[in-house]
């Protein structure tokens, strides 16, 4: 039985072309359609960088050396201690984009295939958007992997290790390697010295409005250095959205207007924006400070398109191992009847400064 024909040359000029001309614009769509995304993109804290075993942020983890001196007096100096670095794996995240050969067969028309193919990357880039959030809340479910983005609840914790620094006791300098957290459903939380931290007045899940602001201002506190260093967003799903929301008269709803243009429902508090992020994690909330966490991607695989196989040139894994005997195992090869083209990522989220972000986790409310 005869195949359908197809015009390679003009399915590759047309691919080519138009894969090209999408990149900067499948990158804008990806960081400006959700609050998360877009807040690292506004705020410079989605980085590339040019390669290395692994994305290395430098850390400050104790002081320096500062005193008085007088005249002619000798100055000591001393070995100075506390600056350390965490180092990121990275990971990688992919989509596919395939068209048939019968797709091809019945788009051969030019605007036919210009359409087809936005539509192919239009699907590729809703998924990356779905898929890269998910990691970047911790909230894949079933569907995560060991090769995930870390999320942002792991980062910004109180005792998982991230960056391969694990906080310890003190005097160690990574007793600071910590976020302020606090357990809505035990009322109970540390904050980045690991010492016990003191609600008054005391709370009760679940919480009203009055105790919702009672543990965003503390919370808010713990994560700040009494000046100008303190979180610039927050962000809660519908739960801590609603709470905080009720808690507040007409006269001071206020809501970050540059933010509500773009379509990304927020409040205020202490003048910073409180986002609906309806993919954060249930009863949680975040803190996030943009100068110390962020993503880190690399510069020549920031969501960079491949090229297109050629017709019939694809493969994918049997369920038959061609060679069981070999390390890694090597797959059969199926020739399938299609082009495939991958949008790639490497990078991954970081942070330097842990003890600048908070989380609040197990909140329900009244």
């Known amino acids: 039985m005869a195949l359908a024909s197809h015009t390679p040359t003009t399915w590759d000029t047309i691919l080519s072309t138009t894969m090209h001309n999408y990149r900067k614009s ?39 050396e500062a005193n008085s001196y007088g005249p002619w007096q000798q100055i000591s100096v001393n070995a100075v201690a506390g600056i350390s670095a965490a180092q990121y794996p990275w990971r990688q995240l992919y989509a596919t984009i395939i068209i048939s050969g019968l797709e ?22 809703n998924t990356l958007k779905d898929v890269l959030v998910q990691m970047l809340y911790g909230t894949r479910g079933g569907s995560a992997l060991a090769t ?7 980062l910004i914790d109180a005792t998982a290790a991230a960056g391969g620094i694990t906080p310890a006791a003190s005097p160690a ?49 713990l994560a700040s250095d009494a000046g100008s260093d303190h979180v610039d967003a927050i962000f809660a799903g519908t739960g801590w959205y609603e709470a905080y929301e009720a808690s507040l008269t ?26 609906w992020d309806p993919n954060a994690p249930t009863g949680t909330a975040l803190g996030l400070n943009s100068k110390y966490v962020g993503l880190t991607l690399h510069s020549d695989r920031n969501f960079t398109q491949s090229p297109f196989t050629s017709n019939l040139s694809g493969s994918v894994a049997s369920t038959t191992n061609a060679n069981p005997g070999a390390t890694p ?19 991954n989220t970081t942070t330097r400064e842990r003890r600048r972000n908070f989380k609040i986790t197990g909140a329900t409310f009244s």
């Not at 995930?148 to 792991?154: H, M, R, S, V």
């Not at 990574?174 to 005391?202: C, F, K, V």
């Open 173 to 221: 300098p990574e007793n600071l390697w910590r976020s302020p957290t606090w357990d809505a459903s035990a009322n109970t939380g540390t904050d980045a010295t690991g010492a016990a931290i003191a609600m008054s007045p005391a709370t009760t899940s679940p919480y009203d409005g009055a105790e919702v602001e009672r543990v965003l201002r503390k919370m808010w506190m």
């Open 104 to 125: 091809e067969a019945q788009n051969n028309g030019k605007e036919q295939m210009i359409s087809l193919l936005e539509a192919k990357v239009m699907q590729a880039e």
């Open 26 to 64: 499948l990158t804008d769509n990806i960081f400006n359609s959700r609050p998360l995304l877009e807040y690292f993109m506004s705020k410079g804290r989605v980085r590339t960088i040019d390669g290395g075993i692994s994305i290395v942020e430098p850390l400050l983890l104790g002081p320096g």
């Open 250 to 275: 007409p006269q001071v709803r206020y809501t970050d207007t540059s933010k509500a243009n773009l379509g990304f429902t927020n409040l205020m508090f202490k003048n910073i924006p409180i986002y």
């Open 329 to 347: 195992a090597a797959p059969a090869a199926n020739a399938i009847d299609a082009r495939v083209s991958f949008i790639t990522t490497y990078g």
């Open 148 to 154: 995930d983005f870390t999320a942002l609840t792991t």
